[in-house]
């Protein structure tokens, strides 16, 4: 079975632009996480999706990020405008309950905001 | 709330040597227990879990046991090899965090030929 798919594997951008990360989990799959890693923060849980509908954005830094979940194979992170401090490792995660809650990674998105 | 508390790393070991790294968690209820792996450039894989008390995950030849009564699973292997080097995380799902899982800080772990 393919794992996590996470796009694109890495992104440099400028300052102010639009990005946007895309994930597709596991099919069969009924939770999606979005992770943030960071060498100062360790791993944030951002935002988490049950059944395509978004459970808890707590995480989510603030208003320059946006995450949907349009249907059970796809979902995007975007973050507008982008700043440095935006640089980091984005994990796509997903799992089941029928499987336990086993959380299942994908390789991660690393972006660098010049 | 829920949380999860592991042994601040950087643990530097020699090959053959003996590992522990520790882990103690709270919550409500009964959670599940779990270690996840993490190696350069690679997202995070699960290394194994426990999902009651006293029971025993183990893969690879590293080993944890969920003990409930002082709310600990400690990470062991009895030989390490360089290739065990990577960043581990103990993680927890709980009764009250759903199926939201709930990670340690991590601990990185560099084994020395």
């Known amino acids: 079975d393919a794992g996590v798919i996470q796009s694109p594997r890495h992104e440099v951008t400028e300052m102010g632009q639009e990005v946007t990360l895309r994930c597709k989990p596991i099919?069969?799959?009924?939770?999606l996480f979005w992770y943030r890693q960071t060498m100062m923060r360790g791993l944030e849980l951002l935002i988490y999706f049950n059944n395509n509908v978004p459970i808890d954005d707590s995480g989510m830094p603030e208003d320059r990020f946006s995450a949907k979940m349009p249907n059970a194979s796809f979902s995007t992170l975007k973050i507008q405008p982008s700043e440095p401090r935006d640089s980091a490792v984005y994990f796509c995660?997903?799992?089941?309950?029928?499987?336990?809650?086993?959380?299942?990674f994908g390789e991660g998105s690393w972006l660098t905001v010049v | 709330g829920d949380s999860v508390t592991q042994m601040e790393g950087p643990v530097t070991l020699s090959e053959e040597a003996f590992l522990t790294i520790n882990c103690t968690y709270t919550?409500?209820?009964?959670?599940?227990l779990f270690w996840y792996v993490q190696y350069p450039g690679e997202g995070l894989q699960l290394l194994l879990k426990a999902t009651k008390a006293d029971d025993k995950g183990s893969n690879k030849g590293f080993e944890a046991t969920y003990r409930k009564e002082t709310t600990s699973f400690h990470l062991e292997k009895g030989s390490v090899q360089v290739s065990d080097s990577a960043v581990y995380f103990c993680?927890?799902?709980?009764?009250?965090?759903?199926?939201?899982?709930?990670f340690g800080s991590g601990t990185r772990l560099s084994i020395r030929p």
């Open positions: 099919s069969g799959h009924d939770y």
């Open positions: 919550a409500t209820g009964y959670p599940s």
């Open positions: 995660a997903s799992s089941s309950t029928r499987t336990g809650n086993t959380i299942y």
């Open positions: 993680a927890l799902s709980g009764y009250s965090s759903a199926s939201k899982i709930i």
